[in-house]
């Protein structure tokens, strides 16, 4: 059974950090594209970044360039969204997914998903 484990949400202010983690168990990360997702309060989810499965990382959105960052560690089997400058726009669940295809793929091609930790950024 494919199972994550996400972790590093919280409450911080805006202009902070915050790091979050994607732990995997029952399957090797690195055989997959894992993704951040997240959704806000009466919002769609949307893609945040991806790590492919051939060491190819993307930021989904224009908006996060330069401020999140997406890493692997394989010896971990785990994804990490490093997430600096938060504005209370970027509050919301955040979400981990595995496709076995690409980071390309729309999100109903996402098969496995974790069960999200939440990021409140808020004065």
């Known amino acids: 059974q494919l199972n994550f484990v996400e972790s590093g949400g919280g409450l911080v202010q805006p202009g902070g950090s915050l790091k979050l983690s994607c732990t995997a168990s029952?399957?090797?990360?690195?055989?997959?594209?894992v993704a951040w997702f997240r959704q806000a309060p009466g919002k769609e989810r949307e893609g945040v970044a991806c790590?492919?499965?051939?060491?190819?990382?993307?930021t989904y959105l224009d908006s996060l360039k330069g401020r999140f960052t997406i890493s692997r560690d394989n010896a971990k089997n785990t994804v990490y969204l490093q997430m600096n400058s938060l504005k209370p726009e970027d509050t919301g669940v955040y979400y981990c997914?595995?496709?076995?295809?690409?980071?390309?793929?729309?999100?109903?091609?996402?098969?496995?998903w974790g069960q999200g930790t939440q990021v409140t950024v808020s004065s």
């Open positions: 790590f492919s499965m051939s060491n190819f990382n993307m």
């Open positions: 997914a595995a496709s076995d295809t690409t980071c390309l793929v729309p999100r109903t091609h996402f098969d496995y």
């Open positions: 029952g399957f090797a990360l690195d055989r997959y594209a």
